[in-house]
């Protein structure tokens, strides 16, 4: 919710409008670093995956939302941080249920996440495999320019969408394709190209299906 006040100086001159929102903000860790949230009173507004450092994100975050403020997360935001914490701890933790806020995102952009939150820890769509879905498979670059400018990564998990043939496609996120790899890593995703984990020593490879 966005609102306007004013202030007036003692003579009773020079209105002074400023623009107040609800965004606030918070940091927190998780086992692949500082990670934030960006909240407000419809749902979750924007993700930040980790940069450099814990005063980088804060920094991105500040760049992303100039409004937000830093604050203590009420409980939906915190069970939400809690369950994002989880799934990059290798839990097999389902966040198509949390509450966001796209507003102001694109018709077509919040169809493409729509269709991508249904993705589950573990499995993978194609950009194309996305754009059938929504009625056009020839729609497969549009997909994929939607989830480049995917404000929630892991809450829609633009991660576990590939391009053609299994191959890993981009990721916009900080790190890019490691990045990418890395999550699908963690969740045990299996896709065309297994002989990335043998170039990223850093990354367990994913656990032998039963």
Known sequence: MYFRSFRVDRRGFALKYFVMSDLGFHLFTTAIGDCGVVWSGRGVAGMQLPEKSARATRARIVRRFPDAREAAPPPDIARAIADVAALLAGER????????????????????????????????????????????????????????????????????????????????????VRTKLRLLSIEGARYGEPTLFERLPWMAAPPPRS
């Open 93 to 176: 933790k389902d966040l198509s249920s949390i509450a966001v806020d796209l507003e102001g995102v694109a018709e077509f952009d919040r169809r493409v996440y729509a269709v991508a939150r249904t993705i589950p820890p573990g499995g993978t769509l194609s950009y194309g495999e996305i754009a059938a879905q929504l009625g056009d498979r020839k729609q497969a670059r549009e997909v994929a320019d939607a989830l480049s400018r995917n404000p929630l990564p892991l809450i829609v998990p633009c991660h576990r969408v590939l391009a053609a043939g299994g191959k890993m496609g981009g990721f916009s996120a900080p790190g890019g």
